[in-house]
């Protein structure tokens, strides 16, 4: 699994930015100043950093520096809007440059082109006997590819990001349909229910009272 390393002094936008992550799939880690940043670097290994430029104790560049020693990516996350402040950070070798305030889904979509850049995406998720392949996208279970449409094939692939995790039908159908929920559950439930069928999941991907569908594993 991808992990990110959030570093963040204002608590309420690093859960923000933690939650929206992890619905993607992604193992996240939060920490709040430059000193325990730079600690965590050292024992622990990362694939993405999202920093905060002006932190408590070590600011941004000097985490950097870390990062780059290590040869892990680095977007920058920072109030700082001036054009000067942006070439900085560029030109010190973050890989991208957000300014706060930012959209959260315009945050993961550069993550996610990070990744791609570095090769750190997850191309393929197991769950039991069951390998889905985002390249090829394609759903085998045992020696047998699974006939899915692209919907199906989603809404599995959103499971399989988060395991064990309770997804509101909301965030199913704005992640698979790309538009806002107007409250109508029918389309999740019967993808669900046809993605349970085709999959042999019927006992695995399990109903969550008053909320959507949770993954066990």
């Known amino acids: 699994m991808i992990k990110i390393l959030i570093v963040e002094d204002e608590r309420a936008i690093s859960e923000l930015i933690e939650l929206s992550l992890s619905y993607e799939g992604y193992e996240t880690t ?122 199906e094939f989603a809404v599995l692939v959103m499971f399989a990001r988060n395991p064990n995790k309770a997804l509101h039908r909301k965030q199913i159908y704005k992640t698979v349909w790309e538009d806002e929920y107007l409250g109508n559950s029918r389309t999740v439930d019967l993808h669900v229910q046809r993605v349970r069928k085709k999959m042999g999941l019927e006992n695995k991907i399990v109903s969550v009272y008053k909320v959507g569908y949770r993954l066990e594993v």
Do not use: H, Q, W
Not at 64 to 88: G, H, R, W
Not at 112 to 136: E, H, M, P, Q, W
């Open 30 to 151: 939060c920490t709040y100043d430059g000193k325990s940043a730079a600690d965590i670097l050292e024992r622990e290994n990362f694939d993405l950093v999202l920093l905060d430029v002006m932190l408590p104790y070590m600011d941004g560049y000097e985490i950097l520096d870390y990062s780059k020693a290590l040869s892990i990516p680095v977007i920058f996350l920072t109030a700082k809007d001036d054009l000067k402040d942006k070439l900085k950070g560029l030109k010190s070798g973050a890989e991208d440059y957000i300014t706060k305030p930012f959209e959260i889904a315009e945050l993961v979509a550069r993550v996610k082109t990070v990744l791609r850049r570095y090769d750190k995406g997850d191309r393929i998720y197991f769950i039991d006997d069951i390998s889905i392949n985002l390249d090829a996208m394609k759903a085998i279970k045992g020696d047998t590819e699974v006939k899915m449409t692209s919907k």
